[in-house]
Nanobody, 122 residues
Framework: QVQLIESGGGLVPAGGSLRLSCAASGRTYAMGWFRQAPGKEREFVAVIIWGGNTYYSESVKGRFTISRDNAENMASLQMSSLKPEDTAVYYC???????????????????WGQGTQVTVSL
């Protein structure tokens, strides 16, 4: 069992930046970020594979950067040029399997963090 602990959420004005971090208690194949706004489904934001490959949703590409430190079992999401529509609870997720399922789908992931609120004001 791997535990994920997120940190770094908060309130930021539009155009600002925030950095989210996720600490894992063990090694994982992929670490991703999802977000869920009130009344909406959980949606894919970004994922980074053990070897360093990264994938982003179109809505955040060019504004968000995902990274990981394999030695520390940590992943980070640097968010810039934030917009009010980025407001959501952000969840860190980890997948322990290699090449099984789409990494853009929540059901693929085995472990989830508790979530951290990101609010972008006008």
């Amino acid at each position: 069992q791997v535990q994920l602990i997120e940190s770094g959420g908060g309130l930021v004005p539009a155009g600002g930046s925030l950095r989210l971090s996720c600490a894992a208690s063990g090694r994982t194949y992929a670490m991703g970020w999802f977000r869920q706004a009130p009344g909406k489904e959980r949606e894919f934001v970004a994922v980074i594979i053990w070897g360093g490959n990264t994938y982003y949703s179109e809505s955040v590409k060019g504004r968000f950067t995902i990274s990981r430190d394999n030695a520390e079992n940590m992943a980070s999401l640097q968010m810039s040029s934030l917009k009010p529509e980025d407001t959501a609870v952000y969840y860190c997720a980890a997948d322990k399997n290699t090449g099984v399922g789409s990494l853009r789908v929540p059901a693929t992931y085995d472990y989830w963090g508790q979530g951290t609120q990101v609010t972008v004001s006008l």
